[in-house]
């Protein structure tokens, strides 16, 4: 299916539903390529190679809303799936805040090449992939120790994804991305028993900036080697240094609550919080969908609203909320955009290691394990694995242990801001520090 | 779309279905023609379901062919058609709805413990055989023969009998069992200011067939209704909820089965303002019978599947034969319990599913196989061969994971704590299947202190480590209860339904991640 088919198919989509008795509709077309290998220990695993594609349609029928997609594209198929869901719409509430956005929410996209395109696309043959998931499996194993690695796991993929939107109101956004993506896991052996593993990974819309494969097998075999003889801490209050990598996942819980929908049902600990310090002064963070080859750029977002930079927090005020159409509506306030794209950070200008240095004494945080946090309370509670720091240095590995408290009290204490953003994420965190923190262990 | 080399997607966890669920519906016209036999009848034309979509026997024998022809030991297809109802209710009304269906087909080659695989939403022979030859690249040698004449097997046993299928029940009339729900859970209780239903149907098949000639079909239902509350009491706000889950068509809602869910989804919530984090540290740790089962997927059941011990990666990877625990302790993953969300006829190699023994009398006994590690460990197929989809290759996955009783009573084994925690409610967990850690989060518990229960507890994640808290388990008690909810387990990017269970348990010490001194 070229541009121009995908293209077709959303305007039939959006022309069938309004015959069928749709008032508005918006509707989505999409086709992706997806070619993976998987090597592990000295031979191929896996490989797969797929072109999939699939239709999706949101329907405004007499003041009420569906949603609805399918895969089963024949056109008989489609024409009855589409009456289907009319009927079905019919038969429930009326919501009077559905609505297709405004169409001046469309306009004023920015006049910017998100290069989400790498042009040697399809360069890569079978053999250029095995032989990159083979190189890092080969680094992984030539590392000082890798007699423990008990096997590793490699793998490399890319894809190309194209979409079409189209409102029946005055929308049609077309969107292109190629993404390439490789890694390794690496399990060791541990004198007591246990098989500790770690990874390592490096992702992007463009091939050629990635690193060496070599780089990437090297820092996973490193990784898991350095959880050998880990022993779980004692409970205490300590200094949480979080390595850029594992940081979105705390900071997902900060920006969780942020959504309307959450805001709407009194789900957020952050309601009613707007123009206050949630946060210690050194949290200054926008979203930011136009930045080129950013892992979650775009140029509209899922509602078809043209998106633009915005401040989250300023020096820990904060700033914004993700304000979706729907939820917009119900609660009175102009949208922003429905979820995050790529963040921006005010960093800092130390490295890991400085900011290790500085922290003297405390757990530097390599991973999170399960655990949850509550959006309306905002209580957490979650596992950790990492190092514990002594002397400004990395000492020894502990893991089994447990981080809990409360984020309307952690951010307070955010007392650095590393100027090492993790590449590979449209999050794009730096290695952050919590003083005052609960570690839960013997 | 991001790369699937994500390790991201490779991570263990398991999680109860929120209630930001995606869609469903699709019609009865797509479905007018469904049958309620479980499986086509005769040998000479093994394709029922699917045929309706232009399947046939010929042309899967065409595909298996392609598959073969790079010389793979073995191949199979996996057609699956998917579709999904969802009615949400919000403020007070159903509001909005969804639908997805999913049709497609996956071609698979094995060559050894290789994989390749393909798969196509376009069921013509071409993209069929196309996708065929694309997985036979995982081989490279001379041509296989494929079968020409495929034979069904005995009869499936059949565990989801449904009275009243989806594709019968007309929108109207599951609007008043979401009406009812939000109308009963904001009458409990005048402190639930706002209240989310969720509900689900799924209706649909799968059709395997290999390169041995097997070929089978199964009808596969599913239905999920999740209710979340939220409180307000003295300027605090507490939110908290209850879901129920299995194969099953409409019957399923039982008066009895829906005043559980308002009575519990409104109990669960409003505790809340009583209770408090726990202290920090090790501890005794009672589970509750039923859902704390989740204790078992995280610290044994994932380190069983035969994939990572295959590899060489779990920390159960030398064993078998082996004590892990006390003799009381006996524990299972069952296709067979009818009804429940884990349950399936037939796994999604066409292997038959019925009950593996992980643990007998305290010695770990038997892996979870998909037939790849079967072939490798030279042993049959348990069945556990799931996948998410056509889009996924299949691998040994739980089904309804739990302990079976033991000498124990309740009242003694909470008697037996001077200061410890019972657990009641759970959201999540995850696993590190070698270094052995988990965890599972506590939503609603209580504190025990001097053999009673005592006040409330919520909101905290406990860690352990697997064999360690396998060894640790020195009370079972007699009250297994496999647990209704809507559980889902994630590995490797694939979410399939999974069930659990326990009895009363007492773990005589776990990591608590709670808040100030022990």
């Known amino acids: ?442 | 779309m991001s790369s699937k080399s994500d390790p991201i997607g490779r991570r263990r966890f398991m999680q109860m279905t929120g209630g930001t669920l995606l869609a469903a519906s699709a019609g009865d016209a797509l479905l007018g023609c469904a049958t309620s036999a479980p499986r086509p009848g005769g040998t000479a034309e093994g394709v029922g379901y699917f045929a309706r979509f232009g399947v046939t026997e010929a042309m899967i024998a065409e595909t298996l062919g392609a598959a073969l022809s790079r010389g793979g030991d073995y191949a199979d297809v996996y057609f699956q058609h998917r579709v999904s109802n969802d009615l949400a209710l919000e403020d007070g009304a159903v509001n909005r709805a969804f639908a997805t269906v999913e049709l497609g087909v996956g071609v698979r080659v094995v060559k050894g413990d290789q994989t390749g695989y393909g798969y196509t939403e376009d069921l013509s022979v071409e993209a069929m055989k196309a996708c065929a030859q694309t997985a036979a690249a995982v081989a490279d040698g001379p041509s296989n023969a494929a079968p020409q004449r495929f034979h069904v097997g005995g009869r499936l046993p059949q565990r989801y009998p449904l009275r009243l299928r989806w594709e019968e029940i007309r929108p109207e009339q599951k609007l008043p069992l979401l009406a009812g729900v939000n109308e009963k859970v904001f009458g409990a209780d005048p402190r639930v200011k706002k209240v989310n239903v969720h509900f689900r149907d799924e209706s649909g098949a799968v059709l395997v067939a290999d390169s041995q000639g097997r070929i089978v079909e199964d009808l596969q239902p599913m239905t999920l209704l999740y209710v979340s509350c939220l409180a307000e009491q003295g300027g605090r706000r507490e939110q908290g909820g209850y879901n129920v889950a299995g194969r099953a068509g409409f019957e399923f809602y039982s008066d009895d089965r829906v005043a559980r869910v308002v009575r519990e989804a409104v109990a669960r919530t409003t505790i809340l303002f009583e209770a408090a984090s726990p202290p920090a540290g090790e501890m005794p740790v009672v589970l509750a019978a039923g859902s704390s089962g989740i204790l078992l997927h995280e610290a044994i059941g994932h380190g069983m599947e035969a994939d990572f011990n295959r590899k060489n990666v779990s920390i159960y990877a030398d064993k078998i034969g082996k004590p892990v625990a006390r003799p009381f302790v006996n524990i299972v993953d069952d296709a067979t319990n009818e009804g429940a969300r884990g349950a399936i006829n037939v796994d999604d190699e066409g292997n038959d599913a019925g009950t593996t023994n992980l643990v007998v009398n305290g010695v770990l006994a038997t892996y979870l196989h998909d037939s790849i590690s079967a072939r490798h460990y030279g042993v049959a197929p348990t069945g556990n061969g799931r996948r998410q989809g056509y889009q996924f290759a299949p691998m040994p996955r739980m089904r309804a994971t739990y302990m079976l009783p033991g000498p124990h009573k309740k009242e003694e084994i909470i008697a037996s704590v001077k200061r410890g925690i019972y657990c009641e409610n759970f959201t999540n967990g995850q696993v590190h299947i070698g270094a052995g850690d988990f965890t599972f989060y506590v939503k609603n518990g209580r504190m025990i202190e001097d053999g009673k229960l005592t006040r409330p507890i919520k909101d905290v994640n406990i860690i352990g480590n697997g064999p360690k808290v396998l060894e640790k388990i020195d009370m079972v008690s007699d009250d297994l209860q496999i647990d209704e909810g809507g559980w889902t387990c994630g590995k490797d990017g694939q979410s399939i339904p999974v069930s659990q269970g326990l009895p009363t348990v007492r773990v005589s010490a776990l990591t608590v991640g709670g808040r100030g001194k022990a």
Request: glycine share 12%.
């Open chain 1, 1 to 442: 299916m070229s541009d121009d088919l995908l293209t077709r198919a959303a305007h039939d989509a959006v022309e069938l539903a309004l015959r069928k008795g749709a008032k508005e509709a918006a509707g989505g077309a999409y086709r992706a390529r997806e070619v993976e290998v998987q090597w592990r220990d000295g031979k191929l695993e896996r490989i797969s190679e797929a072109t999939t594609r699939g239709l999706g349609l949101e329907l405004y029928v007499d003041g009420r809303y569906s949603s609805v997609s399918t895969s089963d594209l024949r056109p008989e198929a489609v024409q009855r799936f589409v009456a289907d869901a009319v009927a079905t719409t019919r038969a429930i509430a009326p919501d009077p805040f559905r609505a297709l956005p405004d169409p001046a929410l469309y306009r004023g996209q920015e006049k910017v090449d998100l290069d989400l395109v790498d042009p040697g696309y399809g360069e890569l043959d079978a053999g250029a992939r095995r032989r990159i998931a083979q190189e890092l499996e080969e680094a992984a194993r030539s590392v000082e120790g890798g007699g423990a690695i008990l096997s590793v796991t490699t793998g490399f993929g890319d894809s190309l994804t194209e979409s079409v939107r189209v409102h029946s109101n005055g929308f049609e956004g077309h969107r292109r991305s190629t993404d390439f993506g490789m890694s390794a896991q690496v399990s060791v052996k541990d004198p007591d028993g246990r098989r500790p593993e770690d990874w390592d990974s490096a992702t992007g819309h463009h091939f050629r900036p990635l690193p060496p494969p070599a780089e990437v097998g090297r820092a996973a075999a490193r990784r898991a080697l350095g959880r050998v003889g880990s022993r779980k801490g004692e409970s205490a209050l300590l200094t949480m240094v979080v390595e850029n990598r594992s940081a979105g996942r705390l900071l997902g819980q900060l920006l969780g609550p942020l959504a309307a929908a959450s805001l709407q049902q009194k789900r957020s600990y952050l309601e009613g919080k707007l123009g206050q310090k949630v946060t210690s002064a050194l949290l200054d963070l926008a979203d930011d969908p136009v930045v080129p080859r950013g892992m979650g750029s775009r140029l509209f977002d899922s509602e078809g609203i043209a998106a633009r930079r915005f401040p989250l927090f300023e020096a820990g005020v904060l700033r914004s909320y993700y304000v979706d159409n729907y939820y917009g509506r119900k609660l009175g306030m102009a949208p922003t955009t429905r979820g995050m794209s790529n963040l921006a950070w005010k960093l800092g200008d130390k490295g890991r290691d400085a900011l290790l240095a500085d922290v003297k004494e405390g757990i530097f945080v390599t991973g999170f394990l399960g655990g949850n946090s509550n959006a309306t309370t905002g209580d957490f509670s979650v596992g950790v694995q990492g190092f514990r720091i002594r002397g400004g240095q990395l000492a020894e590995p502990v893991g089994e242990m447990n981080v809990s408290g409360n984020h309307l009290e952690l951010w307070p204490r955010l007392v650095a801001v590393g100027g090492d953003p993790y590449p590979y994420s449209a999050a794009r965190t730096p290695t952050l520090a919590f003083e005052g923190v609960q570690f839960a262990g013997v």
